[in-house]
Nanobody, 126 residues
Framework: QVQLVESGGGLVQAGGSLRLSCVAS????????MGWFRQAPGKEREFVAS????????YHADSVKGRFTISRDNAKNTMYLQMDILKPEDTAVYYC???????????????????WGQGTQVTVSS
């Protein structure tokens, strides 16, 4: 079993920055791709970004391109999401997830992810 633990959420003013972290208990074939998703109240969970442990291939959703950056530290089994120029519409619970090395996983197909963290709240005030 793989465990994912997020941290770094909080309250920030619009235009500010936050960095989320996700530590994976172990990296295996089934967790070769890591992703960030978010879910705002009353809305469906949506893809934010993904990255592969090997090669570091990255995908970012159009809504966050140019503002958010996903990265990873293989030595620490840790993935990050640097969030800059935050907007009130970025307010959501952010989830870390892991899945196998497939294009669908990289492109953020939610159902293809096998492991999920508990989520961390990000609130952006206007």
């Amino acid at each position: 079993q793989v465990q994912l633990v997020e941290s770094g959420g909080g309250l920030v003013q619009a235009g500010g920055s936050l960095r989320l972290s996700c530590v994976a208990s172990r990296v295996t074939f089934s967790t070769a791709t890591m992703g960030w998703f978010r879910q705002a109240p009353g809305k469906e969970r949506e893809f934010v970004a993904s990255i592969t442990w090997i090669g570091g291939a990255r995908y970012h959703a159009d809504s966050v391109k140019g503002r958010f950056t996903i990265s990873r530290d293989n030595a620490k089994n840790t993935m990050y999401l640097q969030m800059d120029i935050l907007k009130p519409e970025d307010t959501a619970v952010y989830y870390c997830a892991a899945g196998p090395p497939s294009r669908e996983v990289q492109q953020g197909v939610l159902s293809r992810y096998d492991y999920w963290g508990q989520g961390t709240q990000v609130t952006v005030s206007s």
